[in-house]
């Protein structure tokens, strides 16, 4: 290092040690502008991810359906989830629909795996608890009013039939038997005795139906078979949610769509939380830029004769812009350095406190910190520099 390189350095050091308590505010400005771009930075891109996983408590956000009036198959569901990515995939539901009647009252009975539910429909408000064997029943909160029901009581649910050659009567007593005279049909009137475990109360649909195991609902029907629908759970953003849609559709098996109610909610809130946070971002850079122009100007009108002087010993207006922009320089390389470090610990705590869960640590938005504050810092120089240059020495060193 020569020894002109040697006193520009000891120029910018003595000149931010001698003016330290101001060098302190213009430093601590870049160092909160700083901690906001960094922690808001990972948090705007963090966000989807965040809202995904909150929105996920409101329920599926995929729906598969049978095409051309098929009932949907194990290996039809096994090829469209393969589609989604595992690390994205919450979880799936199939359902299976069928009318019976308990006590004489005619009720939708659904067939589903009350583990999976649990995962694609968290936002079920259970009085009791889950079924967790057969013959057990969860009941919509409006049949078991109309039932007259609670908790621990003791139902039946009853399936009236044709049999065929396809079923298996082996374990249906005799008595559930029967055969039509004028036809020589055999009828079947098949009883199930459920243990009402817990009642479902959400405010919608889910109310009327009456919930068992699928190995019950087989039980009843004597009849093996597919699905009605299947419900999917995805923790992913809207965009990549279509495309996975596009792709299982074209593969013929089933027919898959979004839940507008879900996917659009989810959409809108995340554009307008993203929205703010850049905002929010922007004008905190602008303050920070009033704050470090605010400053060095108090600074330059302080040296205003050493500037004067300078330049009447011959210093041409580059040497002058040259110091005071390392100065701002070295303030907004310190105060990105510091801010992008307080600025994961920022997002940190913001990510805890509002979504419950930690942020994702993106590394490459450290040097985007400190490179945005550099250039702050610099344009905040801009106008209290041209002020300096502009110094007339015949007047300054008069003390006008």
């Given amino acids: 290092m020569n020894k002109k390189r040697r006193m520009f350095i000891r120029m910018i050091a003595a000149s931010l040690v001698r003016r330290r308590s101001r060098m302190v505010v213009a430093l601590l400005a870049i160092i909160v502008g700083a901690t906001i771009l960094a922690g808001l930075g990972m948090i705007y891109y963090d966000v989807p991810r965040q809202m995904s996983a909150q929105f996920r408590s409101y329920g599926a956000n995929i729906i598969f359906m049978p095409s051309e009036g098929t009932f949907i198959s194990d290996d039809a569901i096994r090829s469209a989830i393969s589609v989604i990515p595992s690390s ?10 069928e009318n019976t009647s308990i006590h004489n009252i005619p009720v939708t009975l659904a067939g ?12 079920w408000h259970i009085e009791g608890e889950y079924p967790s064997s057969d013959g057990e029943v969860l009941l919509g909160a409006k049949v078991a009013l109309s039932l007259g029901v609670k908790t621990g009581d003791k139902i039946s649910a009853l399936n009236s039939f044709e049999v065929t050659d396809n079923m298996d009567v082996s374990t249906v007593p005799e008595y559930e038997m ?13 009883q199930l005795d459920l243990t009402v475990t817990g009642i479902v109360e959400t405010g919608g649909s889910e109310e009327e139906y009456a919930y068992i195991s699928l190995n019950d609902i087989e039980y009843l029907t004597l009849v093996k078979r597919g699905y009605d629908i299947v419900e999917v759970s995805v923790a992913s953003t809207s965009d990549n949610l279509s495309q ?44 920070t830029m009033i704050c470090v122009a605010t400053t060095m100007t108090a600074v330059i009108a302080e040296r205003r004769r050493e500037i004067g002087l300078r330049k009447a010993l011959g210093a041409d207006n580059s040497s002058i812009v ?15 350095i510091l801010g992008a470090v307080l600025g994961y610990v920022f997002a940190q705590l913001v990510s805890i406190n509002v979504f419950g869960s930690g942020i994702t640590f ?11 504050s550099v250039i702050v ?12 240059v502009n110094v007339d020495p015949a007047l300054v060193l008069k003390g006008e």
């Fill in 88 to 97: 994205e995939l919450e979880g799936y539901t199939p359902y299976r629909y």
């Fill in 112 to 123: 589903i795996d009350f583990t999976s539910v649990q995962k694609t429909s968290p936002y």
């Fill in 178 to 190: 029967y055969e039509d005279p004028a036809t020589g049909d055999v009828y079947c009137d098949h």
């Fill in 244 to 287: 996975y849609v596009t792709k299982i559709n074209s593969d013929g098996q089933l027919s898959a769509k979004l839940i507008k109610r879900v996917t659009a909610s989810e959409t809108e809130v995340l554009t307008k939380l993203q929205s703010l946070v850049f905002i929010v971002t922007a004008v905190v850079l602008i303050l």
């Fill in 322 to 336: 040259g110091e005071f922009m390392s100065e701002g320089i070295v303030l907004g390389g310190i105060g990105g």
């Fill in 362 to 372: 993106r590394p490459l938005l450290i040097p985007i910190t400190i490179v945005v």
């Fill in 377 to 388: 810092t610099g344009a905040a120089c801009l106008i209290p520099i041209r002020n300096a």
